[in-house]
């Protein structure tokens, strides 16, 4: 069997819903193809109905056309193995009240065949700082470890791709940094991580891949690197003792020129800049240069100008 290059393929995918004024297409026939281990980044404003896709790939929605291929398995024709790849943990903080951390998790696994002596229960509540909390019920935990315990049992399994669908929102820095570790090991060891967040910083510190959804509509997707010498910008800061009065204008052939007082600043496409060229020109300056710094378009820029423009 080949080696598998996608985690997820998805083709044509559309979903409409019913209103009193009639359908309204949440999904737009997108196709979009997740690189099998890759760490991917999924990102919108709210109402893009990044929900709706993720509900689709866990079958709690039903799509109205269009095909998913999971780990190498087609949804509609072998959806038992699609989905025991899959480990989800959705947005919002639904839990069994009944049953005690670590009870629950044991049962979970056991929903999923795993033998006793095989599931990885302690790990899990070792990894997610929920050690003493084995002998807790569900409704006793803050939101903050209900979200952990939610990511436990996603995991319980040891699936391939994880979804996790905004799993910081409203938790603390302490579990942030904890999650994000324990997750970028297990990105590390070869499992697809695809996440949904609003923390762009987030998204920019984890992701090497990241798809913009926006009116139902895949708008971009990208290596991350890619996305900003796509569609990113740099700025030169360029500090003078003195400037000459013409310093500005033998400068502006690399790129889009301002001055403000002792500076000038040198706009410029990301990756799409004669570095020696500027170099050759600076030399030949009668001014006294005494600094230079950079700026760069972060992805939370990139994010605005394509969502909101």
Request: hydrophobic fraction near 40%; include cysteine.
């Amino acid at each position: 069997m080949a080696l598998l290059k996608n985690a997820i393929e998805i083709s044509n995918l559309s979903k409409s819903y019913k209103t009193k004024s009639g359908y309204i297409e949440a999904l737009k026939n997108i196709s979009l193809a997740i690189p099998k281990g890759s760490f991917f980044g999924l990102l919108g404003p709210n109402g893009a109905v990044k929900s709706t896709l993720i509900n689709i790939i866990a079958d709690l929605v039903k799509k109205d056309s269009g095909t998913i291929v999971i780990n190498g398995y087609d949804y509609d024709k072998n959806k038992n193995h699609a989905k025991k790849s899959l480990g989800i943990v959705p947005q919002e903080l639904v839990i069994d009240p009944f049953f005690k951390v670590k009870e629950a998790l044991d049962i979970y696994a056991g929903y999923y065949g795993i033998n006793k002596n095989q599931r990885k229960t302690t790990e899990l509540i070792n990894a997610l700082g929920l050690s003493d909390k084995i002998a807790a019920t569900p409704r006793s935990l803050s939101g903050g470890m209900r979200r952990r315990l939610l990511v436990a049992k996603a995991l319980v399994h040891d699936p391939d791709i994880i979804i996790l669908d905004e799993p910081t929102a409203g938790v603390d820095v302490e579990l942030r940094d904890q999650l994000w570790q324990y997750i970028s090991k297990l990105n590390q060891a070869g499992k697809t991580i695809i996440l949904t967040t609003h923390y762009l910083e987030e998204a920019e510190k984890l992701c090497d891949q990241i798809a913009i959804i926006n009116h139902g509509k895949i708008i971009t997707n990208e290596k991350k690197e890619n996305l900003k010498k796509i569609f990113g910008v740099k700025t030169l800061i360029i500090e003078y003792k003195n400037i000459s009065p013409n310093e500005s204008v033998n400068l502006a052939k690399f790129g889009t020129v301002k001055q403000e007082d002792n500076k000038i600043f040198i706009t410029y496409k990301s990756g799409d800049f004669n570095y020696k060229s500027l170099i050759n020109s600076l030399s030949k300056s009668k001014s006294e240069i005494i600094n230079f710094s950079t700026e760069e378009t972060d992805i939370e820029d990139i994010f605005k100008n394509l969502v909101y423009k």
